[in-house]
């Protein structure tokens, strides 16, 4: 079973920024989806940001302009990078890999798609 782990998260006011990782502890083929996924305390957990396996990209439309997600395929490492952060983005985020092959963008964001998941960065943006 293929290991995530993320880092990058921490403690940030609002306006600011964290750039998220998430390497895997094996080969992702290119052509499968990764993506980012948050929840927050009582809340369920919803689609941030996903990239299918011809690199077409999708974004929750609370994160659209100030998130941005990408892959090296070659570090089978996946990136969230968050700019102008707000306080409603204060949660859990997991990164999340589909392993189909040629996954496309109609798995991206579904919280039911992903068949591995990381323990979770914590992001905190403060007001």
């Known amino acids: 079973q293929v290991q995530l782990v993320e880092s990058g998260g921490g403690s940030v006011q609002s306006g600011g920024s964290l750039r998220l990782s998430c390497a895997a502890s094996e080969y992702i083929h290119s052509s499968h989806c990764m993506g980012w996924f948050r929840q927050a305390p009582g809340m369920e957990r919803e689609g941030v940001a996903g990239i299918d396996g011809d690199g077409r990209t999708r974004y929750a439309d609370s994160v659209k302009g100030r998130f941005t997600i990408s892959r090296d395929n070659a570090m089978n490492t996946l990136y969230l990078q968050m700019n102008n952060l707000k306080p409603e983005d204060t949660a859990m985020y997991y990164c999340?890999?589909?392993?189909?092959?040629?996954?496309?963008?109609?798995?991206?964001?579904?919280?039911?798609?992903?068949?591995?998941w990381g323990q979770g960065t914590q992001v905190t943006v403060s007001s």
């Open positions: 999340a890999v589909v392993r189909i092959y040629r996954c496309t963008w109609t798995y991206l964001l579904n919280p039911a798609s992903p068949d591995a």
